[in-house]
């Protein structure tokens, strides 16, 4: 990953006014869907085109839930694999942890050994960005619930 990508993954966790291009406000490239309207992320190795079925409100903090159903697929070819198959061990998924991110680095099918999960009993995560173990970014007096925080 490299660190415009970067960049433009932690921009499109900002909460934008509705009147904003969030492609334009990311740097992302955009690519047309087929099924819908709203366009998708070029450079995304897998990207699903969904149709609106519901909106839940949850909680008192004008927060919502929106299910959808996707309506198509579009998967990258070097992650595709015969018989409809998706290589995910090739997507290197980036997840977003709160305000922090994390590199998913490892795949498993279950049950998994239990010799490996007693070796990974009370370890932590490893920081790549230099900041200590224990740290937060939510700890920062910037920190935002969308995680659009200014380092400290």
């Known amino acids: 990953m490299t660190l415009e990508l970067a960049g433009q993954m932690h ?7 509705s009147d ?6 990311t740097g992302l490239e955009r690519a047309a869907s087929v099924l819908v309207k709203p366009p998708r992320v070029a450079l995304a190795p897998v990207a699903m ?12 903090h004008d927060d919502h839930v929106v299910w ?5 697929f579009h998967i990258r070819d070097d992650a595709y694999l015969d ?13 977003r942890l709160a305000a922090e991110y994390t590199l998913v680095e490892n795949v498993f099918t279950t049950p998994l050994d239990e010799e490996i999960l007693e070796q990974r009993k009370g370890a932590r995560m490893h ?26």
């Open 11 to 17: 921009r499109s966790a900002i909460e934008h006014p």
């Open 49 to 60: 085109e969904c149709k609106l079925d519901r909106i839940i409100p949850v909680g008192d």
């Open 20 to 25: 904003v291009d969030e492609f334009e406000a």
């Open 127 to 152: 920081r790549l960005d230099g900041k200590p173990a224990d740290g937060s970014a939510v700890n920062q007096k910037s920190w935002s619930a969308s995680g659009s925080i200014v380092a400290d």
């Open 83 to 95: 018989g409809g198959r998706v290589d995910t061990a090739a997507l290197a998924p980036i997840g």
């Open 68 to 72: 959808g159903r996707v309506v198509r």
